[in-house]
């Protein structure tokens, strides 16, 4: 695991201080690779790319987490409106939100994940 001493400034900004990047801006948002995405703190895998859909955010979108044993979420009664933050559930790094607007086929879910708290494992099967 990563020390908080050794996080580049951004990811220290969003992760540890439950800031947001911008959207449109950040690595994953418009990447369709396949792989695991992981949490760029500690590493525990927290989304597939078989779940991330394009929600025209601006930021990478999943319906549900790869393991829910790996994310936690937490009432953020924070900018003036009751939100879903998500949190990795072994370092509490704070990830983004999570809404009730996905795709309702796949439960209605979308997962809206800052790209700076993730690190893509890609898929060695093409």
Not at 13 to 35: D, M
Not at 56 to 80: I, R, Y
Not at 104 to 110: A, F, L, S
Request: one cysteine or more.
């Amino acid at each position: 695991m990563r020390q908080n001493k050794d996080l580049p400034e951004e990811l220290y900004r969003v992760a540890r201080e439950k800031g947001t990047e911008a959207p449109f801006s950040g690595k994953y948002w418009n990447i369709n690779e396949k792989g695991m995405y992981k949490c760029a703190i500690c590493g525990a895998e927290l989304f597939s790319s078989n779940t991330k859909f394009d929600s025209g955010t601006g930021w990478p979108s999943f319906t549900e987490p790869a393991n829910s044993k790996n994310v936690e979420l937490e009432d953020d009664l924070s900018a003036g409106t009751k939100r879903t933050e998500v949190k990795c559930k072994k370092c509490s790094a704070h990830l983004g939100h999570v809404f009730d607007d996905g795709p309702k086929e796949d439960g209605g879910k979308r997962y809206c994940i800052n790209s700076v708290c993730l690190e893509l494992e890609k898929s060695k099967k093409n």
